[in-house]
């Protein structure tokens, strides 16, 4: 299983190295070759996997199927775009002065790291493993938001680290409680937590526990993807951090975040009935979505209009996993490539802007068309796939989650199973109706919000004093390559990519 | 000498008993050094309790567990934040959110709640730790609650470390403790989660003159 092995090694000794190289050409290079590495890696599992099915690794310890496969996909396609950005980001930051040369290391380092964290929480067979993981990726990252060392990025800094760790804390209570669960069922304690051993007893386990398992793991998970009401750290950190760091956290961390969620969900499904783990789940994406749209109406600092849509499209996949069936959750899984393109894109334009403009403001940035040619397009091509127009992919897979919800409504909306805490008198077909209208208007709302903010910095002419010209770099041929990703993808999904899909459908899927 | 089951259990509920004792005192305190001391001494019971769960059932992996606890948060964390205190300009917590007194009521309210959620899962545990469970859970919402309630920034990090002390007691009280790669996991996180607020606080210190995290309000909407 070398591929397997190279997934973890590869980060691993790139991140190492870095640590003892200064020259920032040496640095990137070892950063662009460990991608390629991680690369050819995952296109080698995502064929073995779709050949020969879910397969375990490196004694038990990896188990990868067709959801984890989609992950690394997403992990390791957002991460490539990064390293490209990276290389003209960076050199520019060094020049400037703003990255002291000898700080470069530490930044590829924690980098690596990142990566590395990600790929071991997506990869692990057993829950705990993941667990560990994913706190780590709020230890790597946390002097990566906190990098310019200014006071506003060391107060987003300790915001998200103080936040993340104690969500994340809860989550490991979860985590305890379902081992609790299991230890009842398996004799072997070793593997008690392993996700291919609680699949084939899952059945069996203790309700009662699982279910308050589930709460601790989807409010604590919740915190690192920014489901509102445990957002607050966000927009802050997406603000703070450089905007490659930003685009990794948009694209990938929320992703990885959200398939912790849901591989417990699977779990907990086997035992308890699939209206429960559905209502909490849509009932988080709702509350997104409303409080995103509403913040993004309101916002005057791009990066942070950027940071709270990003909530909006976690809710809206919320959304698509709680309503589930077939459509539902394909359309969640689908949504979560589409935002991650979309979303890292419109970072890598906000770092641009914020490179030559010099604020965050949206009112002091004007004429980005003129002053910046290529950007603009970015930042116009990802603010209208954000907004899910067509003909941008995310528009299929947001009609894809409002048809679900419109055609099944919210599963058991409030828990009436057991304790019969509330139930709501209403007819079945006005709560559908009901809540697509909630969904249709706050996407409505987000869209405006969005587009009149972008349009308002697109258009225009520049402040005097900016530059105005734009000579192309290697950093925009990531942009480049999303955005055609983004329309290829609406009308033609490659036949890998759509059975790696359809297939972590089926996993997700509970009959 | 043999310990009869019964008695061990008594035991165990004892030493839980007493980690749930610090963390009131937690609360109650406010100089600064003085809440890390009542941390190690919260650690150092943990330590026993782990260390009697293993000899009474034979898990020897607790054992390295209750090693590791006695290095790390017995010795090594505490140490480092008394690093960190020694930089600052101010060792007292002079304004809290919640005063002592309601502090300390919240915080019984907070272990009634606790036993009413953990309540119906109870009967499932192990006879020799099963009111531990309940115990944990209190100490990790008064964890959590300290968190809330405090300003500074070390204090803030000591009721994360209370929360992560009532983990480890869920985990040793309700399972005999996590497998052992899962364990060293955690150890790690939580021994570098402190290294990175010990620094994080230094650095607020230089940037705002001030590790009241009330200061930390330069983002918002």
Request: glycine content about 8%; aromatic content about 10%; charged content about 10%.
């Amino acid at each position: 299983m070398i591929e397997v092995a190279a997934l973890v090694a590869a980060p691993l000794f790139a991140g190492g190295l870095s640590l003892t190289v200064h020259r920032s050409a040496l640095l990137h290079a070892i950063n662009l070759m460990s991608m390629a590495i991680l690369v050819t890696a995952e296109i080698m599992i995502t064929r073995t996997m779709l050949k020969d099915g879910p397969f375990t690794a490196l004694e038990q310890l990896v188990y990868l199927d067709a959801l984890s496969t989609f992950i690394l996909f997403i992990i390791g396609t957002v991460g490539l775009a990064c390293s490209f950005y990276m290389r003209s980001y960076l050199d520019e930051q060094v020049a400037r002065g703003v990255i002291a040369p000898t700080r470069l290391n530490l930044f590829f380092f924690l980098f690596h790291m990142f990566l590395l964290a990600m790929i071991v929480a997506t990869i692990a067979n057993s829950v705990g493993v993941q667990w560990v993981a994913i706190e780590a990726t709020t230890l790597a990252t946390t002097f990566l938001i906190a990098f310019w060392r200014r006071r506003e990025s060391l107060e987003a800094g300790w915001k998200y680290l103080i936040l993340c760790s104690v969500g994340i804390s809860l989550a490991l209570f979860g985590v305890v409680l379902l081992y609790y669960s299991s230890l009842h069922v398996l004799s072997d304690v070793g593997q008690a937590l392993n996700v291919t051993q609680l699949l084939t007893v899952a059945d069996r386990l203790n309700p009662h526990v699982l279910k308050l398992a589930f709460i601790f793991i989807l409010v604590g998970y919740g915190t690192k993807v920014g489901l509102v009401p445990m957002h607050s750290w966000l927009p802050d950190a997406y603000t703070e951090a450089p905007a490659p760091v930003v685009a990794m956290l948009a694209g990938v961390l929320e992703v990885v975040s959200v398939y912790a969620i849901l591989r417990m969900r699977v779990i907990v499904d086997h035992a308890v009935p699939f209206a429960f783990t559905g209502g909490l789940l849509a009932l988080l994406g709702f509350a997104s979505l409303v409080t995103a749209a509403f913040f993004i109406l309101i916002q005057h600092n791009y990066k942070r209009l950027f940071a709270y849509s990003s909530i909006e499209h976690m809710g809206i996949a919320m959304i698509g996993f709680g309503v589930g069936g077939a459509l539902g959750t394909f359309g969640g899984l689908f949504h979560l490539l589409n935002h991650a393109f979309a979303k890292s894109m419109a970072f890598f334009a906000a770092g641009n802007i914020h490179r030559r403009f010099h604020t965050v403001e949206i009112g002091q940035v004007q004429g980005v068309s003129t002053a910046q040619p290529w950007t603009a397009m970015a930042l116009m091509i990802s603010g209208l796939a954000l907004s899910a127009l067509p003909p941008f992919s995310s528009f299929a897979s947001e009609v894809q989650v409002v048809t679900a919800l419109a055609s099944q409504g919210v599963p058991g909306m409030w828990f009436t199973s057991t304790e019969g805490m509330v139930t709501i008198a209403l007819s079945d077909q006005f709560e559908r109706l009901a809540l697509t209208a909630v969904f249709l208007m706050s996407v409505a709302l987000a869209f405006g919000g969005l587009i009149y903010r972008i349009t308002g910095m697109v258009w225009g002419t520049p402040t005097e004093g900016v530059l105005r010209q734009e000579t192309w770099s290697l950093g925009h041929l990531p942009v480049i390559l999303l955005a055609g990703a983004l329309v290829v993808f609406s009308v033609f999904l490659p036949p890998p990519i759509r059975q790696l899909l359809e297939q972590a459908t089926t996993i997700l899927v509970i009959q | 000498m043999q310990i009869l089951p019964y008695n061990g259990a008594q035991l165990v509920d004892l030493c839980s008993a007493l980690l749930l004792l610090t963390c009131f005192a937690i609360v109650a305190q406010r100089r600064l050094s003085s809440c890390v001391d009542l941390f190690a001494l919260q650690s150092a019971f943990l330590v026993v309790t782990a260390a009697l769960v293993a000899y009474l059932t034979g898990n020897q992996h607790l054992y390295i567990a209750a090693a590791l606890t006695a290095v790390i948060k017995v010795i090594i964390i505490p140490l480092v934040l008394k690093k960190v205190i020694d930089r600052l300009n101010v060792k007292r917590e002079l304004v809290m959110y919640v005063n002592v007194p309601t502090g300390l009521l919240i915080c019984g309210g907070l272990v009634m709640l606790a036993f009413f959620i953990a309540q119906p899962i109870i009967p499932f545990g192990f006879l020799l730790t099963r009111d531990s469970l309940a115990i944990a859970l209190g100490i990790v919402l008064i964890g959590f609650f300290t968190m809330i309630a405090r300003q500074k920034a070390v204090t803030q990090l000591v009721g994360f470390l209370v929360l992560e002390n009532g983990l480890f007691l869920a985990a040793t009280a309700a399972t005999y403790g996590m497998p052992l790669i899962v364990e060293l996991g955690v150890f790690f996180d939580v021994l570098i989660a402190t290294l990175i607020a010990g620094i994080y606080t230094n650095r607020l210190q230089d940037a705002f003159d001030n590790v009241d995290t009330n200061r930390l309000t330069v983002l918002k909407e």
